[in-house]
C-alpha cells in the first residue's frame, strides 16, 4: 500500500521487480532469457532497451505487456500486477502483423471492435488515418500499400485504445533509412502530442539516442540490464552533432564490451 | 479504304484466328496490346456466329439421305415442330446469346478482347456441330443407338421437358440440401479440430480413416438405416462434403500464425474474437479450397447415389433411359447435368471472390 503510493509520488508507471525468464530451447538447454531485471519507467517517459540480439529485450517486452509470464519477480503497471495482455499497454510488432484480410481503416478499428466500442467511437478512425497521413488509403489492404505504411497504421492500431503505455518492438527493424527516419520523427511528436509513455526495443543505437530519455543496455546469457543512460540532449536532436556522436560512441564502445564473453582459451 | 489499312485489317482478323501469319514477335504482341476497333470488333462477332450459322444452313440445306425418323411435336396454338426445327431453334438461340454478349462487350475493351480470344473457340464449334449434324443424323454414319444426331438429343426436351425438368429439380434438392449441411459441418468440425487439442486428438484420427472411404460406399447401410431414399441420398452427400471441408478448415485453424492472435489480444480481443474475427477469417481461403474439392465429390456422390436407389433426379433419368437403348435422353441428361453442375460452381466462385477478395494481387492465379 505505501510502496504503491510512493509510486505515485515518484510519477514512477511501470515498476519491474527482479523478473527471471528461461527458455528451454531446441537443443533442451534452458536459456536464461532475462535474470533478476528490475527497472523502473517513469510516466510520460521515452525509453529505449538496447543490446544484442538473445539479450532478452523482446522478452521483457513481452512481459509488460502480458503476452508472457516471468518464473519469479513481479511487473506492475500503475500498482496493478501485469498478468494477462490489456488494451492500455498498446502493442506494436515487428513487421507484418496486420491482418491481410482486413483494410487499413479496418485493421486501425479492431481495437474499438475487440473491444465492442466501436459504434459509439467510429468517428476516431477516420482521425487516426489523418493523424499518420494515409488519407486516401483507407481501403487499400496491407499488401498494397509499403513497409512504412504498414507501420504507421501498426501504430495507429495500438494508439486508437488510448494506452497509458507503448510497446514498441523493433517496428522501424525492417524498414529503409528515410522511412525509418521519418517515422521516428512521427513517434516523437506522437509521443508529445498524446504525452504516451513508450518504451522501445532495438539494435539502432542512433534511433535509441535521437528518440529516448533512457537508454537500457542489455547484455546477453544470461539476459540482464548491464546500465542505464540518461540522455540529455535537447530535442530536436541532431544526428550530426558532436555531442550526439560521443554519446553514440559511447554507447558502442558499451555494447561492444558488454557483447564479449569470456573467450575460451583454444579453439577445437 | 487504303492498302496498308486493308492488310492490317486482314491481318487483325488472321491473328484473330491464330493463323501462322508472317509477324515477327513484337509486332504480334503489339496486336494483343491494342485496343479493338469497331470494324475489326464487327466482324469478330460475324466470325463467332458464323459457326453456328453454318450449321443451321447445313441442317435445312444436307439432304437426308439415311433413314431417320424425324418426329413431329405439337406446340401452343396448334402449331407442331419437328426434331430438326427444334434443333435450329437452340442454334439461332446460341447465336443470339453470342450476339448479345457481343454488345455487352461492345463498350468495354477488356471485354473485347476477351470476346475476341474465344471467337475461333466458338466458331469451331458451330462446325462441329454442323458436322455431328451430318454424320449422326443426315448420313447416319455413327453407331446407333449410342451416338444420335444433335437433333435426336434435343428430341428428349420436346418429348418430356416436364419430366427432365422434375427430375433437375429432384437433384438440386438433394444437391442443395446435402451440400450445404455438409459444409455447415464440416466448417464447424473443422473449427472445433482446428481449435481444441482434445478433439484434434480424438475426432481427427477418426476424420482421416472415414475421410477416404468414397461415400456411396456407405450406400447399403445408408439405405437401410434411414426412413426414405432421400434421406440416405443427403446423408451420402454429407459426409462426402463433410471430409475435405472440415479437414481443410480445422488446418488453416491451426495454421494462423500465433501473432496474429498475439496482436488481437495485445489489443483488447477475448476468445470470441480470436476464433470468429482472426481465426476464421484466417481459414477461409482453405475453407473454400475444402469447398470446391467437396463440390466435385458431391457431383459425383449425387448422380452415384440417384442410379443406385433414388425415386428421381438426373442420375435416376439416365438409368431409366439407359434400360431402355434411349441413348439421346442419355445425352440429354448430361447436358442438363453440364449445365447445372457449371452454374453451381459458378455461384459458388462469385461467392468465393466477394469474401476473398483481399487476396486479389497477393496470390497468384
Known amino acids: 500500500m505505501s ?23 531446441d537443443a533442451d538447454n534452458s536459456v536464461e532469457a532475462l535474470q533478476e531485471v528490475s527497472l523502473s519507467v517513469k510516466r510520460g517517459e521515452f525509453l529505449s532497451v538496447i543490446g544484442s540480439s538473445g539479450c532478452g529485450k523482446t522478452t521483457l517486452l513481452r512481459l509488460i505487456a502480458g503476452l508472457d509470464t516471468p518464473e519469479s519477480g513481479e511487473l506492475m503497471l500503475d500498482g496493478e500486477k501485469i498478468t494477462q495482455p490489456a ?37 476516431q478512425v477516420a482521425e487516426y488515418i489523418k493523424l499518420i497521413g494515409l488519407n486516401g488509403f483507407e481501403k487499400s489492404y496491407p499488401h498494397q500499400i509499403s513497409g512504412g505504411m504498414a507501420q504507421r497504421v501498426a501504430i495507429a492500431r495500438a494508439l486508437i485504445n488510448n494506452p497509458t503505455i ?69 530535442h530536436p536532436r541532431d544526428r550530426g552533432k558532436s555531442d550526439f556522436l560521443a554519446l553514440r560512441r559511447d554507447i558502442l564502445e558499451k555494447l561492444h564490451l558488454a557483447s564479449t564473453s569470456p573467450q575460451p582459451e583454444y579453439m577445437i | ?5 486493308a492488310t492490317s485489317f486482314w491481318r487483325s482478323i488472321a491473328v484473330a484466328l491464330r493463323l501462322p501469319i508472317s509477324t515477327n514477335k513484337s509486332e504480334r504482341r503489339q496486336t494483343a496490346g491494342q485496343s479493338i476497333g ?10 463467332t456466329v458464323a459457326g453456328f450459322t453454318a450449321a443451321i444452313l447445313v441442317n435445312l440445306l444436307f439432304p437426308q439421305f439415311a433413314s431417320v425418323k424425324i418426329s413431329h411435336y405439337p406446340l401452343l396454338g396448334g402449331m407442331e415442330l419437328d426434331i430438326n426445327g427444334a434443333y435450329r431453334i437452340v442454334l439461332i438461340a446460341l447465336i443470339l446469346l453470342y450476339l448479345g454478349i457481343a454488345s455487352f462487350s461492345w463498350l468495354d475493351p477488356e471485354r473485347r478482347k476477351k470476346f475476341q480470344k474465344r471467337m475461333p ?13 451430318v454424320f449422326g443424323t443426315k448420313l447416319l454414319l455413327l453407331p446407333q443407338p449410342f451416338f444420335p444426331g444433335p437433333a435426336r438429343i434435343i428430341e428428349s426436351f420436346l418429348m418430356e421437358s416436364g419430366y427432365i425438368w422434375q427430375n433437375t429439380l429432384y437433384s438440386l434438392r438433394l444437391f442443395l440440401v446435402g451440400f450445404i449441411l455438409g459444409v455447415a459441418l464440416g466448417v464447424g468440425t473443422g473449427i472445433l479440430i482446428g481449435w481444441f487439442h482434445s478433439i484434434y486428438y480424438w475426432v481427427y484420427p477418426v476424420l482421416k480413416i472415414t475421410g477416404v472411404i468414397p461415400a456411396v460406399a456407405w450406400m447399403p447401410f445408408a439405405l437401410t438405416l434411414f ?21 481443410l478448415t480445422a488446418s488453416g485453424i491451426a495454421g494462423t500464425p500465433k501473432v496474429h492472435f498475439e496482436v488481437a489480444r495485445t489489443l483488447g480481443a477475448k476468445t470470441p474474437y480470436l476464433v470468429f474475427r482472426v481465426a476464421i477469417p484466417h481459414a477461409l481461403p482453405n475453407i473454400f479450397t475444402g469447398i470446391s474439392t467437396a463440390n466435385a465429390f458431391t457431383f459425383t456422390t449425387l448422380v452415384m447415389a440417384e442410379m443406385m436407389g433414388q425415386p428421381g433426379g438426373l442420375g435416376y433419368y439416365i438409368n431409366a433411359s439407359k434400360v431402355w437403348s434411349a441413348y439421346y435422353k442419355v445425352f440429354a441428361a448430361i447436358l442438363v447435368m453440364a449445365v447445372l453442375f457449371s452454374l453451381i460452381m459458378y455461384a459458388i466462385g462469385l461467392i468465393q471472390g466477394r469474401l476473398l477478395r483481399w487476396q486479389k494481387g497477393l496470390v497468384k492465379a
Request: positive net charge; contains cysteine; proline residues 4%.
Open chain 1, 3 to 25: 510502496e504503491q503510493r510512493l509510486s505515485v509520488v515518484n510519477n514512477v508507471i511501470l515498476r519491474i521487480d527482479s523478473v527471471n525468464r528461461t527458455y528451454i530451447d
Open chain 1, 87 to 123: 488494451p492500455q499497454r498498446g502493442y506494436v510488432f515487428q513487421q507484418g502483423s496486420l491482418f491481410p484480410w482486413l483494410t487499413v481503416e479496418q485493421n486501425i478499428a479492431v481495437g474499438l471492435k475487440a473491444r465492442g466500442i466501436y459504434k459509439e467511437n467510429k468517428g
Open chain 1, 166 to 234: 507503448l510497446l514498441l518492438d523493433e517496428p522501424m527493424g525492417a524498414l529503409d533509412s528515410f522511412t525509418r527516419a521519418d517515422i521516428q520523427y512521427k513517434l516523437l511528436e506522437l509521443w508529445r502530442k498524446k504525452n504516451i509513455t513508450m518504451i522501445l526495443v532495438t539494435h539502432d543505437v542512433d534511433e535509441a539516442i535521437y528518440l529516448s530519455d533512457r537508454i537500457v543496455i542489455m547484455t546477453a546469457r544470461p539476459g540482464k540490464i548491464k546500465e542505464i543512460i540518461e540522455v540529455k540532449l535537447k
Open chain 2, 1 to 5: 479504304m487504303n492498302t496498308s489499312s
Open chain 2, 38 to 47: 469497331n470494324k475489326k470488333f464487327i466482324l469478330l462477332s460475324v466470325l
Open chain 2, 121 to 133: 473457340f466458338r466458331f469451331v464449334i458451330g462446325l462441329v456441330l454442323a458436322l455431328w449434324d
Open chain 2, 227 to 247: 426412413p426414405t431414399p432421400f434421406a440416405a441420398a443427403t446423408f451420402l452427400i454429407i459426409i462426402c462434403a463433410w471430409f475435405p471441408v472440415a479437414s
